[in-house]
């Protein structure tokens, strides 16, 4: 994927995609991703992807889950994903601020392709805290 792609794309996280498929969900999480989506800017990556099929337990869930590995793009965890995950959790470490794991390695993901990020979940406010 050539920076210019990237360029457009936003990474949801999970907590943003659970909002999008619940009733009720957050309402301007829930039009956030519409619009990304609609718009074909909507990425994930695969720590995003695992997080969603551990959960997925309905047909209809497999089923969105399985269109979206066609169609949507999914941003590599490339090395300097991984370096700015392991900085973020000695960060966190010394403000005392225990952030889950896979929650570091997604919001390294966003900041290390140099995209927005949609979320519903408090640990993102504390990484861009900790990442300033």
């Avoid at 074909?40 to 551990?54: K, N, P, Q, S, T």
């Avoid at 309905?58 to 900085?87: G, H, N, Q, T, Y």
Wanted: aromatic share 6%.
């Amino acid at each position: 994927m050539s920076a210019a792609d990237l360029e457009s794309l936003v990474l949801v996280d999970s907590s943003g995609w659970i909002q999008l498929l619940r009733r009720q969900g957050d309402a301007g999480v829930r039009e956030r991703v519409r619009e990304v989506l609609e718009d074909g800017r909507a990425a994930w990556c695969d720590i995003v992807r695992v997080e969603l099929w551990r959960g997925a337990g309905s047909d209809s869930d497999k089923a969105i889950l399985r269109d979206f590995e066609m169609e949507l793009p999914s941003l590599d965890l490339s090395p300097a994903v991984w370096k700015l995950s392991c900085d973020l959790a000695q960060r966190c470490r010394k403000k005392g601020q225990p952030i889950p794991t896979t929650d570091l390695i997604i919001y390294a993901c966003a900041k290390a392709h140099d995209v927005d990020l949609i979320h519903h979940d408090q640990h993102f406010n504390v990484l861009a805290s900790l990442h300033r």
